[in-house]
């Protein structure tokens, strides 16, 4: 699985620091930009790095985004790659300030999941919809996204965000928001077509540190991009299940089938029709007040049958276990 690793690194400075970084850097760069209270410059964006000034009245703040998997380019060797991030960062902070004079706030980490055809992309959004509600994370919404392009979770204090989405569709809104040229931009378009984005995103400090004991920023970039996947899929796992996607009826009787202890069967069954009842595997769980669901959920799996079944209003009957095409 390959994963495209970001990391925001940020510092909060006083209003004369700020200002006299920030007139140093609009002096120098051609790439500067202007939104709003932010000024954005990518002059080494062909290193991975974009820099962003926060001119907020309340808050100063400087923030630095990493994109490592750009910054990698043929060097392989993480630890010698954070080495020549340090470099560039000093250099262009004219050695005022280097790497590990920031904090490590967060960092996304992003796979694109390939099923092959845009119908499959809408069936498996469909069906990822019903999990709902997941133990530590709820139901989030993001205006770039439309009610049926995505399945969105924010931890509810874990400082974790986690979304898959239709990467085709906000591909084209993309394109026709920025350019009137549509026809030179159809290939890129067209590749996306059978892609579900992934994400999973570490969005507060305390999140980070979740997953290093590093203290400074350099260990901590180099530790958590050598053990990225299991940070990937840590959330990923939790949320949701192993499993191929059935009609509920198909589901009950493979079930029915290959479980031969009763009691486990039983609970296997309740599961089934809770989640569509309460429209959430959290809440579903949750009402079954059942002190093992964890071996309810491992037979599950055991057997490769996912508790979140198919809707009878969807065309499709059966959808491969999603964790096929990672």
Known sequence: MYLNQV?????????????????????????????????IDQVLARKGITVLYRDSQYKKKVRVLLNLSMALDDETNVDKLIRKIDK???????????????????VVLTTDIDVKTHDNVLAYL??????????????????CFQEDESFCLDGNSNGIQFLIYDLGNLIQRQIRKTTTDT???RPIAAGTQGILRAEVRL?????????????EVSGQIAELSKKCQDV???????????????????????????????????????????????????????AMNYRDIGKVMDMLAKIKVSPVTISKRQDEKYLKNIYAYI
Not at 9 to 19: C, P, R, T, V
Request: proline share 3%; hydrophobic share 40%; net charge positive.
């Open 183 to 185: 026809k030179k931009m």
């Open 232 to 286: 990937f899929m840590d959330t990923f796992i939790h949320i949701i299940p192993f499993g191929d996607f059935y009609k509920k009826d198909k589901a009950v009787e493979i079930v029915r089938k290959e479980v031969k202890d009763i009691t486990l069967r039983r609970k296997m069954l309740q599961l089934l029709t809770l989640i569509p009842e309460k429209k959430s595997l959290h809440l579903a769980q949750k």
């Open 203 to 215: 969005v507060k400090p305390k999140a980070v540190r979740g997953y290093t004991e590093a203290t």
């Open 7 to 39: 990391f925001e690194l940020s510092m909060a400075i006083d209003k004369d620091k700020f200002h006299k970084v920030l007139e140093k850097a609009c002096d120098r760069s051609d790439d500067m930009v202007k939104r709003g209270e932010e000024y």
């Open 88 to 106: 560039w960062i000093a250099g262009y902070f004219e050695n005022k300030y280097r790497l590990d004079d920031f904090i490590l706030s967060g």
């Open 126 to 143: 469909k069906v990822l919809q019903r999990i709902g509600k997941v133990r530590g994370f709820s139901p989030a919404a993001y205006d």
